[in-house]
T-cell receptor
Framework: GENVEQHPSTLSVQEGDSAVIKCTYS??????FPWYKQELGKRPQLIID?????GEKKDQRIAVTLNKTAKHFSLHITETQPEDSAVYFC????????????FGTGTLLAVQP | ETGVTQTPRHLVMGMTNKKSLKCEQH?????MYWYKQSAKKPLELMFV???????ENNSVPSRFSPECPNSSHLFLHLHTLQPEDSALYLC???????????FGPGTRLTVL
């Protein structure tokens, strides 16, 4: 069935360094790839998304890249800050409907001051 | 209140109880979702309602029964649950073809 793998499961970086989280997906028909941030005890919130007709998208310190041939996409956070500490989830649409998402297992990012 | 709200925020129930979770969205969306979030597991999509019709049921056990009386409200009726059903249940909403899903704060469910 459809599957999204996410790595690493935990990531610790020093403040100011970059962080990269990678995901691979199995459904070649997937065409929408959002990233959510979930702080401890809070709800997941969308931070950036990308569609299959675009290879890269950037929003200030956050960027996402997509390689449709290899079926993988990545989240890049530059100049990390302590408030970036959270669990990050990738997701991919499936079943031909862009509003049905399958999520990765999450990455716990810790930014050390 | 704005956004997506869920009640109750915490629920403890026995295996023989019947309870309901409620979700309300104030965003004018026409699609609503139930997700289950367990420790060390990915968010699992349980049900999708679009335009108040259920369009997706990912083989969820029948002890979970959803209800969507209108585009703003979504319920999850629970009966004879198992301890392994203990989890955070998240509701979300979106415009059907505008993909960003907005999540509620969740209901932390504990089944004894």
């Amino acid at each position: 069935g459809e599957n999204v793998e996410q790595h690493p499961s935990t990531l610790s970086v020093q403040e100011g360094d970059s962080a990269v989280i990678k995901c691979t997906y199995s459904d070649s028909a997937s065409n929408y790839f959002p990233w959510y941030k979930q702080e401890l005890g809070k709800r997941p919130q969308l931070i950036i998304d990308i569609r299959s007709n675009v290879g890269e998208k950037k929003d200030q310190r956050i960027a996402v890249t997509l390689n449709k041939t290899a079926k993988h996409f990545s989240l890049h956070i530059t100049e990390t800050q302590p408030e970036d500490s959270a669990v990050y989830f990738c997701a991919a649409s499936f079943g031909g409907a862009t509003n049905k998402l399958i999520f990765g297992t999450g990455t716990l990012l810790a930014v050390q001051p | 209140e704005t956004g997506v709200t869920q009640t109750p925020r915490h629920l403890v129930m026995g295996m023989t109880n019947k309870k309901s979770l409620k979700c309300e969205q104030h965003l004018g969306h026409n699609a609503m979702y139930w997700y289950k979030q367990s420790a060390k597991k990915p968010l699992e999509l349980m049900f999708v309602y679009s335009l108040e019709e259920r369009v997706e049921n990912n083989s969820v056990p029948s002890r979970f029964s959803p209800e969507c009386p209108n585009s703003s409200h979504l319920f999850l009726h629970l009966h004879t649950l198992q301890p392994e059903d203990s989890a955070l249940y998240l509701c979300a909403s979106s415009q059907e073809y505008d993909n960003e899903q907005f999540f509620g704060p969740g209901t932390r469910l504990t089944v004894l």
